[in-house]
């Protein structure tokens, strides 16, 4: 791990008689990740994950955690953050540091999804959405636009000039679109915002879970279902839209919640959208580099890819 807090299982176990969620049986440090330190924890009521935050502060954290919270009441499968029992706080202190304690999600992740895979989640993205309609904390996408206008001229020096040119011309349509009455009509709420495979888990073909809500933000539902239709549905290889992938997730979307007429004029203005955010971060991380970042930063060049293909190839909705 990029960074790590030592967790004993004294701390474990005095951490887990303030959840009254059992006997500690064991914990195991998880390798991989570079924002947080992760645990299994498994006590003799079940199993969980416990994450110390490195990165994210305590006043920031309430929006993602309770926002797991209202959508694992709203019986959306998440990890369901575990609460004190005198307190009832699901944001927790240990080690110093602020910390979750949260159900762990059966199966894995399918990394080389099929149509039964992209239609569940597409059916499940839906559901989310319209469960997170409740939700009253706000906090915007933190990786939206003000934060793509920021970071562009940071990152533009460090690309050649064709693709600075690129950049430049699809930051400037995106701004221009999001001035644009139909961007207002947008239906907005909760969302993901970065519902990439390896943030799902399945058992076999049945969605089991989503899970790192940890660039959630309030934003438009369109934006979310680009983001997984960028991931879910092209060829990985070329950035190609897979039609038969795409339709899959659209189909299932749609039959919990249909697009509204604004979301189907900026279908594509959205899915380039996507591909720019993804663009600009993996710029961002592979350019700039945080220190003690252990794992290799993801190559720019797949979203620029992608965003290619979109703007040459805009698909159609049915």
Known sequence: MAVFTEVSDKDARDLLRRLSIGSLTELRGIQGGIENTNYFLTTDQGEYVLTLFERLGFEQLPFYLYLMKHLALAGIPVPDPQAETRSGDILLKLCGKPAAVVTRLAGKSQLAPQAVHCAAVGEMLARMHLAGRGYERQQPNLRGLPWWNETVPVVLPYMDEEAAAMLRAELAYQNHVAASPACAALPRGPIHADLFRDNVMFDGDRLTGFFDFYFAGVDTWLFDLAVCLNDWCINHATGAHDAQLAQAMLDAYQQVRPLE??????????????????????????????????????????????????????????
Do not use: C, K, M
Not at 287 to 310: G, K, M, N, S, Y
């Open 261 to 318: 007429a604004a979301e189907r004029e900026l279908f594509n203005a959205q899915l380039r959208a996507g591909a720019l955010r993804f663009w600009i971060s993996r710029l961002w991380d592979y350019h700039l580099p945080r220190e003690a970042a252990l794992l290799t930063p993801h190559d720019p060049r797949h979203f620029e890819r992608v965003l290619r293909q979109r703007i040459a190839h805009p698909p159609q909705l049915a």
